[in-house]
């Protein structure tokens, strides 16, 4: 792996772990944070630079998700914040 390829992996492996720690369930956190360590464990022996490169795109793809989730208040936890449930009316409005 050249030294910027390997730089570019660090700094994304870095970037992953801390937005992961940034969710609020711990369940989630604990979660995110040991299938990043197991995915870049599992790789770490890649030599092939075209699949590293894949491996990197996927990975900028999953640290988006996790961005997003973060951001997003209740997207993490499968629960629809008050201002994303739709208003039904009142039975009881004519």
Same mark, same amino acid.
């Given at each position: 792996? &050249?030294? @910027?390829?390997?730089?570019?992996?660090?700094?994304?492996?870095?970037?992953?772990?801390?937005?992961?720690?940034?969710? @609020?369930?711990?369940?989630? /956190?604990?979660? &995110?944070?040991? /299938?990043?360590?197991?995915?870049?464990?599992?790789?770490?022996?890649?030599?092939?630079?075209?699949?590293?490169?894949?491996?990197?795109?996927?990975?900028?793809?999953?640290?988006?998700?996790? /961005?997003?989730?973060? &951001?997003?208040?209740?997207? &993490?936890?499968?629960?629809? #914040?008050? #201002? @994303?449930? #739709?208003?039904?009316?009142?039975?009881?409005?004519?």
């Amino acid at each position: 792996m &050249a030294a @910027s390829s390997r730089a570019q992996v660090l700094d994304l492996y870095r970037a992953m772990l801390r937005e992961s720690k940034r969710f @609020s369930a711990y369940n989630y /956190r604990t979660y &995110a944070v040991r /299938r990043i360590r197991d995915a870049f464990r599992e790789n770490k022996n890649v030599k092939d630079p075209v699949e590293i490169q894949t491996l990197v795109n996927k990975a900028k793809r999953d640290l988006g998700i996790i /961005r997003r989730q973060v &951001a997003e208040p209740g997207t &993490a936890t499968g629960r629809k #914040s008050k #201002s @994303s449930q #739709s208003l039904k009316p009142c039975p009881t409005w004519p």
